[in-house]
């Protein structure tokens, strides 16, 4: 009997990469098919060729709109990205490509329609991006994670609201969340993405010094990224703060089962994993993303009781400090944000399965 081969174009950031996986681990314990990942060659295979799945590196790059010379040679390497992904296709046969946004995602899933074998593609966040906004009008199917996404779309009846991908590990600790021990300390978890961020590090520290006596109950963690890790961990102790400081984890499932509430920014995994986990939140969306997308994730959790937004531009230690406050002292609005964030998180439980059932359903 003939394997099921499926390429995925996984984009060049951990909020493309992470849910592909997701479903390609799913895949391939369900129906053990041959994957291939095609991966930006900006992008370290690492995360990747671990997993045992085999990967390519092609040509593509994101276009800075506010560079406009910028263009050409993110067309140039579209069109040896195009080259390319022909040539990968024709080699390895695939049954459908799977493209989860970003630029990388371009090229490959034109091939694939060109070469008439079926596609699918991914969107992660509220408000989908300029490469899915393209790829919507070709693909045989759009997989979306929240029904909000559907009116930004012009192919409304081949969309189908799945929820995002989660990981396993992610699912297991949610389970730990739901059913929590009691604790002597609730948890703030503070963190900026994998890569960290610089203003929400330098705000948070500021704020903690400053409120720092309405903290007898409540233990913090601070996730850093690598750049200011040793400036930040340097201050708290030079301010005899006891602040769990990290760069970054592997073991972030484990401190969301334990977290009462977040300071994050806004992207579309985050998102997923804080409702999924139920954990109230406020959200400093990221104001560079492409069409402000983090404001639009972050926007959908305020709308819906679970989270609170603070813009980077209004982002400072008293307005922090104050939002801190209000939640620390008002256990019955944590908890009500708590069940909105839960209640917001069930439609992602299932997602690699639905998102499965789609490719089978495509392919057949």
Known sequence: MKRTKIIFAAGTTGGHLYPALAIANYTKRVKNP????????HCSPHKITKTG??????????????????????LFEAFLGLIQSFILILKFKPDIVVGMGSYLSVSPIIAAYLIRIPTLIHEQNVVPGSTNKLLANIAAEVDVAFDETKEYLPCRSR?????????????????KKHNPASKKKKTIFVFGGSQGSH????????????????????????????????????KYK???????????????????????FVISRAGAMTITEISL???????????????????????????????IIIEEKNLCAATL???????????HKLEQMALS????????????EKIFERIEKLIH
């Not at 969309?159 to 389970?175: E, Q, S």
């Not at 969306?285 to 819906?304: E, M, R, T, W």
């Not at 964030?341 to 690699?352: A, Q, V």
């Open 238 to 260: 030079k301010a005899n703060l006891d602040i769990k400081v990290m760069p970054f984890t592997e073991h972030i499932a484990d401190i969301y089962a334990n977290s009462d």
């Open 53 to 74: 799945f085999q990967t390519a590196a092609i040509f593509g790059r994101g276009w800075n709109r506010n560079k406009l010379f910028n263009i050409i040679p993110c």
């Open 321 to 331: 400090s104050e939002k801190i406050l209000d939640l620390i002292k008002n256990e």
């Open 277 to 307: 986990f139920g954990i109230p939140a406020i959200l400093i969306p990221y104001p560079h993303a492409a069409a402000n997308h983090q404001f639009y994730n972050g926007k959908l959790l305020s709308d819906n009781g679970a989270g």
């Open 34 to 41: 041959d994957i291939l990942f095609l991966i930006s060659r």
């Open 341 to 352: 964030s839960r209640k917001l998180g069930k439609l992602h439980i299932n997602s690699t």
């Open 159 to 175: 969309i189908v609201t799945v929820g995002n991908p989660i990981r396993d590990d992610i699912l297991r600790a949610a389970d």
């Open 199 to 234: 203003q929400i590090n330098i705000v948070s520290l500021d704020t903690f010094i400053n409120i720092r006596e309405n903290f007898k109950d409540w233990h913090i963690i601070h996730i850093t990224g690598e750049k200011d890790y040793q400036s930040i961990l340097d």
